[in-house]
């Protein structure tokens, strides 16, 4: 009798966030497409939305090997202008509060696996929607400039004042070329909570009902533009606008964790 090989930790990880609630966009960094000039990474949520490519990013070459399994992701060099992005667009800007989805879902879900190249010298953007000046600040996953340099989750509610979340004291210390995991989560008028690396934080305080609704583009790799941009790797990331149920997420990190190396 044929036996029957083992979904692949890459393919089980691919049809793990593709069953996410709400899933509005997800970029595996596995497919991509090339016309001659223009560059871009496939949506795998299947609503259509292909990253654009800034600058030179690299997902061929830079292929590493974890354990058995390859990694797809797409490298980038954060002092060469390189990052993906996706033009303003209105099905990205999620307030949490979507009539479309069921009350006990609305929220925001958005997150990526990452490795750093280098310890940063100024706030480098992982994901997310943001710009710094015009009051348009969304949402955001960054990294600290400050040591423990660890990643930093962000919501706005009114486009002036941000309500972060870090990680457990400990638990988000930034290791160099080393993969994480980190999911951020936006319960409207409840919390902002960070999943990182099997742990979770959360903030309570102040949780506004909605997020603001800013002009910025969809940034992986940089925010404020492509003004502050990230240098390392960056695989799988994904955005939901649902508050993604935490057991969900827990089960990415456990499907996934091998084959990056933790």
């Known amino acids: 009798m044929t036996q029957l090989h083992k979904l692949s930790p890459v393919a089980a990880t691919i ?110 953007g992982l994901f997310g929607k943001y710009w710094t000046s015009a009051s348009n600040r969304s949402f955001l996953l960054y990294l600290n400039a400050a040591s423990p340099y660890p990643p930093v989750g962000l919501v706005s509610g009114t486009g002036i004042t941000n309500l972060q979340v870090a990680p457990v004291a400990g638990t988000g210390d930034l290791t160099v070329d080393r993969w994480s995991l980190t999911v951020i989560r936006f319960d409207p008028s409840t919390s902002l909570k960070m999943f990182h690396n099997g742990h979770w934080s959360s903030n309570t305080t102040s949780i506004p009902a909605t997020i603001f609704n800013g002009i910025a583009r969809l940034e992986v790799g940089s925010y404020n533009n492509g003004a502050s941009r990230f240098d390392g790797g960056v695989s799988m990331p994904f955005i939901c606008a649902s508050a993604v149920h935490e057991k969900m997420i827990e089960n990415l990190w456990e499907i996934s964790r091998e084959m990056f190396g933790r």
């Open 15 to 124: 049809g793990t966030i593709q069953q996410f609630p709400m899933l509005r966009g997800f970029w595996p960094t596995s497919g991509q497409s090339w016309d001659g000039s223009t560059l871009r990474y496939s949506d795998y949520s299947a609503n259509g939305f292909h990253m654009l490519a800034s600058g030179t990013v690299n997902s061929q070459s830079s292929l590493e090997e974890a354990y058995e399994h390859y990694v797809p992701h797409v490298h980038m060099n954060g002092f060469s202008n390189s990052y993906l992005y996706y033009p303003d667009n209105s099905q990205f800007d999620i307030l949490g509060n979507e009539s479309f989805v069921a009350s006990a879902q609305r929220g925001l879900t958005w997150g990526l696996w990452w490795h750093s190249d280098i310890i940063p010298i100024a706030g480098m």
